[in-house]
C-alpha cells in the first residue's frame, strides 16, 4: 500500500511519530494509501530546515529565482496529466476537472516568474536638501500554507509560488485526504533548481496545525478551509504574532432577473453548482430567481441534471466525481433529509440511484428555500443547489448582503445598468455579470468579505505580494562633509 510522507531539506522523510491516516480513492471507498502524521519534533525539523536555507535563499537574485520558477513551470506543464491523475485518484474529481485545476494554479507560478517587476520599489529623488528617499520590499522569513482537500494542487500555488518568489523559505501542511499531489509538485521544484530547504511539505492533522500557529520562527501563515477554522487559524496565528491570510467558507448566490437568457442561466447554474460536486468555495449554492421566471428558471435546470454523468473521476465522459468521504457524503445527504422536512420542495433528489460503492451524492435541486432552513443557512459543500425566490432586483441584493458569508455571487441579466448597479451595491468580495463563477485571473488577488475571511489581505495576485514581503523606506544623503553640523530641531524637507 503506497505510504505518503513528509518532504524536508530536499528528501522524502518517513515519520517516525507513529501516528498516520488513512488515503481512499472516493470513487470506491477502498484504502489507497496511508499518509504519516507529523508530531510537534517533526514540525520542528521541517521549520528549522526552512529558517537554515532562508539567508540563501533571500540573498539569491530576482533574476535566478525568476529563472527557477519558469522551470517549474514548464514541468508543471510538462506533468500536468500526472498531477491530474494524482488529484483524481485521492480527491476524486473527474480528470477535466483536475486539468482545470491544474492549469488555474499554473497561472500562478506564471504570475510569479514576474517577480523582478512585480516586487520594484519606489524612488523620490531630492525629496529634500540633497536628500533622496526610496522604499524597497523584503521578504518575510519562514511562512507556511495550510491547505484543502478540495483543491490539493491549485491551492498552494496561490501560496508557495509568491512566497518562494519573494524570497521566503515555505512549509507546507496540505490536507491529509489527499496529500500526494504536493510530494509530487515537492519533487518538480527540486528538478527546477529549487534548493533543499526552501520549499517542505509537512503532512499531519491539528497537531501539525497547531504547532506551526505556535512556533516563532514561523513568521506568516495562509490558510484557505471552512469558516471555524478560519477563525481559528487566524485567531491563533495572530495570537502568536503572525501574519495570517485565513480564508473561510462561503454560500455564493447566483441572481436572475426578468430579462436574463434563462437558457444560458441554467446552463451557468448547473455547471457552477454540480463541478467537483459542489466540493468548490466559488460553487453556486443558491439561485435567487425573480418570481415571473423562477418556474421556468427550475424546470430548465431541472431538465439538464439527469444528463450529467456521474461516476468514477478516472472514467472516461463521468462530468461528476464522488465526495471526498463517507462522512461528508453522509452529511451532505443529511441536508437533503433536512431540507424537506423544513419544507423546501425537493426537486430532484440526490438520494436516488447511487452506486453501491464509493461516496457519492447525485445532483440535487431544492426549490423554495428560505433563511432559517439549514440547507439555506449553512455551506453544505456538495452537489445541492437551493432556489429561493425573490421579488426582483431589490429583494435579491438584500438577501445577499444578509448572508455572513460573502465569498462570491454572480447577476445574470441582460441590463447593464441593473449589472453595474448591482457590482456597486453588492457585499462581497468577487462578483461575477453573466459569469457564474468568478474567479479572478493570478493577476488579481482572490478573497471575499465578511466570514469568508479572516485577515485584510486577499490571496494570491498583487495581494499575494504584499502579503509575503515587508517594505523597508530609506532616506539617504550623501554629503558634502564641509556642510555638515549638530542640529538637534525636527528634521524638516523645506
Known amino acids: 500500500m503506497n505510504r505518503i510522507s513528509h518532504w524536508i531539506d530536499g528528501n522524502v522523510v518517513a515519520s517516525t511519530s507513529g501516528n498516520t491516516a488513512p488515503v481512499y480513492d472516493p470513487a470506491t471507498g477502498e484504502q489507497s494509501g496511508t499518509v504519516d502524521l507529523a508530531s510537534v519534533a517533526e514540525v520542528d525539523m521541517a521549520v528549522a530546515t526552512a529558517k537554515a536555507a532562508f539567508p540563501e535563499w533571500r540573498s539569491t537574485s530576482l533574476s535566478r529565482r525568476a529563472e527557477i520558477l519558469f522551470r517549474l513551470r514548464e514541468l508543471v506543464d510538462a506533468n500536468r496529466k500526472e498531477i491530474a491523475r494524482l488529484l483524481t485518484a ?101 528538478k527546477a533548481g529549487m534548493p533543499a530547504g526552501v520549499f517542505n511539505v509537512v503532512q499531519g492533522d491539528k497537531v501539525a496545525v497547531d504547532r506551526l500557529l505556535e ?103 463521468n462530468e461528476m466525481g464522488p465526495l471526498i468521504t463517507g462522512e461528508h457524503r453522509d452529511k451532505v445527504k443529511g441536508y437533503i433529509d433536512g431540507a424537506a422536512d423544513s419544507g423546501a420542495t425537493v426537486v430532484v433528489d440526490g438520494r436516488e440511484g447511487l452506486p453501491a460503492e464509493g461516496y457519492f451524492v447525485n445532483p440535487t435541486l431544492l426549490d423554495r428555500v428560505e433563511p432559517g432552513m439549514a440547507c439555506y443557512d449553512d455551506e453544505i459543500f456538495g452537489p445541492v443547489l437551493s432556489v429561493k425566490r425573490v421579488s426582483g432586483y431589490q429583494d435579491g441584493l438584500d438577501t445577499i448582503n444578509a448572508s455572513p458569508y460573502a465569498n462570491g455571487t454572480a447577476i445574470f441579466t441582460r441590463d447593464g445598468g441593473a449589472a453595474r448597479q448591482f457590482q456597486f451595491d453588492v457585499q462581497v468580495g468577487m462578483v461575477g455579470i453573466n459569469v457564474p463563477v468568478p474567479v479572478p485571473v493570478s493577476y488579481y488577488s482572490f478573497g471575499g468579505w465578511k466570514a469568508s475571511l479572516f485577515g485584510d489581505t486577499h490571496m494570491y495576485g498583487p495581494e499575494g505580494i504584499n502579503f509575503y514581503t515587508q517594505g523597508k523606506v530609506i532616506t539617504s544623503r550623501w554629503p558634502d562633509p564641509a556642510t555638515s553640523s549638530v542640529n538637534l530641531g525636527f528634521p524638516e524637507t523645506r
Request: hydrophobic letters at 45%.
Open 90 to 190: 485521492e480527491h476524486g474529481k473527474v480528470l477535466s476537472d483536475s486539468l482545470g485545476e491544474v492549469a488555474r494554479g499554473l497561472e500562478n507560478i506564471e504570475f510569479a516568474c514576474g517577480i523582478p517587476q512585480l516586487i520594484k520599489g519606489e524612488y523620490s529623488e531630492q525629496a529634500s536638501s540633497g536628500v533622496d528617499v526610496y522604499s524597497i520590499r523584503q521578504p518575510l522569513g519562514v511562512v507556511a500554507g495550510i491547505t484543502p482537500f478540495n483543491f490539493p494542487a491549485m491551492v498552494p500555488m496561490w501560496m508557495f509560488a509568491n512566497a518562494l518568489a519573494c524570497g521566503n523559505t515555505f512549509v507546507l501542511k496540505p490536507s491529509e485526504k489527499d496529500p500526494s499531489v504536493n510530494m509530487f509538485v515537492a519533487e518538480l521544484l527540486a
Open 215 to 317: 512556533h516563532d520562527d514561523i513568521a506568516a501563515v495562509s490558510f484557505v478551509g471552512s469558516t471555524p477554522i478560519a477563525q481559528y487559524i487566524y485567531e491563533t496565528g495572530t495570537k502568536h504574532g503572525k501574519r495570517v491570510q485565513a480564508l473561510g467558507g462561503a454560500k455564493n448566490h447566483m441572481l436572475v432577473l426578468n430579462d436574463a437568457d434563462l437558457d444560458m442561466a441554467a446552463d451557468a447554474a448547473v455547471s457552477a453548482a454540480y463541478g467537483s460536486a459542489g466540493e468548490r468555495c466559488m460553487a453556486v449554492s443558491v439561485v435567487l430567481a425573480a418570481d415571473e421566471i423562477a418556474d421556468d428558471l427550475v424546470s430548465k435546470v431541472a431538465e439538464r441534471i439527469p444528463s450529467i454523468k456521474v461516476g468514477a473521476g478516472y472514467d472516461d465522459g
